[in-house]
């Protein structure tokens, strides 16, 4: 069996590399797997038992427990669950529980892809060091709370753009502090800064890597 041909997007909240990978899994004909969703769902599952994030042994039951039908109907985009979701994220026994089903998608991706994307923050550096091709997705912090602003406004009237500023830093500061796997540039991964880019532009500037990538395969 040929290796799988994995892409790997790490990035801080709102850097557009979940919207990157997936247009990357459409062009390259590969599977994705949203690893922050993950986080969220054990995030989801805990709040809605009533449970506390920072319990981290109810936390590591939870995502040891883990499936992704039990999130059915389950909304994890909200600021709240954004939130307990990097609280979760620190807690070690959570992250070897997640570990596991995150190696085995891109060793093994579904629906018989030749490979995988996985977005999120510690992919290129913990989960898949060996990837393809690694990307570090950023932009800066105000352009990035604009972006999650847009996002969440419709549904959230009255919302201001300055507390979803000050929950990006602190999820930020957070991500990038903890101990386990933290927020960081794989010393491989490309950086690919969106602060002044369209998505297309974006787009365009990963396919000339991967291109470049394959070529060099081939060759
Ligand atoms: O990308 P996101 O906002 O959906 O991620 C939710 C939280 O999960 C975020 O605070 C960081 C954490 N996360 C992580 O620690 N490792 C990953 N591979 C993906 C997400």
């Not at 994307?117 to 997705?137: N, Y």
């Not at 998505?199 to 394959?214: E, K, L, N, S």
Request: aromatic share 6%.
């Amino acid at each position: 069996m040929q290796t799988p041909f994995v892409i790997a997007l790490d990035g801080p909240a709102a850097s557009g590399k979940g919207t990157l990978a997936r247009l990357l899994a459409d062009r390259y004909g590969l599977a994705h797997l949203d690893t922050g969703a993950l986080y969220r769902g054990v995030a989801w599952l805990i709040l809605d038992l009533g449970g506390d994030p920072a319990d981290a042994d109810l936390a590591a039951a939870v995502a040891r427990d883990y499936a992704t039908e039990k999130l059915a109907g389950a909304d994890i985009r909200t600021r709240d669950v954004g939130a307990a979701a990097s609280i979760v994220a620190a807690n070690p026994k959570v992250r070897a529980a997640l570990l596991d089903f995150q190696r085995r998608f891109a060793k093994h991706p579904p629906g018989g892809a030749k490979g995988a994307v996985l977005d999120g923050r510690d992919i290129g550096t913990v989960v898949c060091p060996d990837a393809a091709v690694k990307f570090f997705v950023t932009a800066s912090p105000r352009v990035r709370a604009r972006r999650r602003w847009r996002e969440l406004a419709p549904s959230r009237p009255g919302l201001e753009e300055s507390a979803v500023y000050d929950d990006l830093l602190e999820r930020d500061a957070r991500d990038a502090a903890r101990a386990d796997a933290p927020l960081t540039r794989a010393d491989d991964a490309e950086l690919l800064d969106t602060t002044h880019l369209s998505i297309d532009a974006a787009f365009a500037a990963a396919c000339r890597v991967i291109d470049g990538v394959f070529r060099r395969c081939e060759s």
